[in-house]
């Protein structure tokens, strides 16, 4: 199967073509152009890709354009909406090339390629986490995409409650609150930042919520125990965000009940039986009683739920155990330390290659 991927009228166009899964040819149109950025129609791009490929258009089951245009133009109608009267001059600005271009793409294609075939027009952050693993060495990945221009995505960002006394967690603040930038940030609140109580990186014995309204961000706080209600808040910032009304700060509040990390001791800090007394209960158990009590779900549902995944989670230790343990083989070679990571070494880690070796002699 042959894909030709497009990208254009925004900004650095390029052109991709894709045979069976693999990427055979790709390149920027400014190559050809000699336009720095070039934002117009790949056509020598595309060009270039069907000659490395030896095929003609004709040969192309597919072509895949890099974003849904209708879909982004309703995004930036309402927050131009949302904006106005401050967006009046972008809003202007931005508009004939959507009606002389982006909005007319499908014509536009079959015209300059004649193409006879079907147009995919695929989400925009999908494009670049296809970008990322087509080219991956991986058969199976986990692909996290981060973009500020999108259809209706937002980026949600997570971080423990400890980590609320950074400077780098009031510069996400600031960024977000001046870009007014679609995001979601979390802060976990699970009482303790590994053996220092929450109390102490509050500082002023707040939640941690309020810390967005001295940057004129809303902060909501919710009971991170209770599923549906975090799902609730959380539909309803991204949906805030996905409409252009900037940022939201959301406090989970929740207990960690285990250690920190295996070298943590948490009866060194805390009561023994401390976890017992926390009122908000086991966020699991929660929303099974829920659940069962509105006749979806049952106890013997929940066991073989149970056993499944302890069968699955065994399974998994089991194979992590063949590729070997701290104490066990098989052993990685200790040299391997030094490779696949520079093309060429530097020499102050060749020396420390050399005499890794002369101590394994």
């Known amino acids: 199967m042959n894909i030709l991927g497009i990208s254009c009228f925004y900004h650095d166009s390029a052109a991709c073509l894709i045979k069976d899964g693999r990427v055979v040819a790709a390149a920027q149109e400014e190559r050809f152009s000699r336009k720095k950025h070039d934002v117009g129609f790949p056509l020598e791009a595309l060009k270039y890709c069907l000659k490395e490929g030896n095929i003609t258009i004709d040969d192309v089951n597919y072509i895949a354009f890099y974003e849904k245009p209708i879909l982004k133009f309703e995004r930036l109608l309402y927050q131009h909406l949302e904006m106005f009267p401050r967006s009046f001059r972008s809003f202007f600005k931005a508009i004939p090339n959507w009606m002389t271009e982006k909005l ?15 147009i995919l027009f695929i989400e925009h952050h999908m494009a670049h986490a296809a970008s990322a693993f087509l080219v991956s060495p991986f058969k199976k990945a ?18 423990g409650e400890g980590s609320s006394a950074e400077a780098d967690f009031h510069h996400a603040l600031t960024f977000a609150a001046v870009y007014q930038a679609p995001v979601v940030l979390n802060v976990v609140n699970n009482q303790w930042a590994i053996s220092t109580f929450q109390g102490f990186a509050g500082g002023e014995r707040r939640p941690f919520a309020v810390r967005g309204l001295g940057h004129g961000i809303p902060g909501i706080r919710v009971d991170g125990n209770d ?3 975090v799902y609730a808040v959380t539909e309803w910032a991204a ?15 929740t207990y960690r009940v285990a ?7 948490p009866s060194r800090y805390r009561p023994r039986d401390e976890a017992q007394a926390w009122p908000l209960g086991d966020p699991i158990d929660r929303l099974k009683q829920h659940m069962i009590t509105d006749g979806i779900w049952s106890e013997t549902q929940h066991e073989k739920l149970v056993s499944e995944l302890e069968e699955y989670c065994a399974d998994a230790w089991q194979e992590a155990l063949s590729y070997g343990t701290m104490t066990t083989g098989p052993q990685l070679d200790q040299h391997e ?8 070494i530097p020499a102050h880690l060749l020396a420390q290659r050399d005499e890794l070796r002369s101590l394994g002699d």
């Open 104 to 118: 007319r793409l499908h014509s536009i294609v079959k015209k300059k390629l004649k193409y006879k075939g079907p």
């Open 142 to 159: 986990a692909i996290l995409t981060i973009d500020g221009v999108g259809e209706w995505a937002t980026t949600s960002a997570w971080i």
């Open 227 to 229: 599923f549906l209600a």
């Open 239 to 253: 949906q805030r965000a996905r409409q252009g009304g900037g940022p939201t700060l959301i406090e989970l509040v």
């Open 259 to 265: 250690a920190h990390s295996t070298s943590d001791d």
């Open 337 to 344: 330390l030094f490779d696949d990571v520079l093309k060429d």
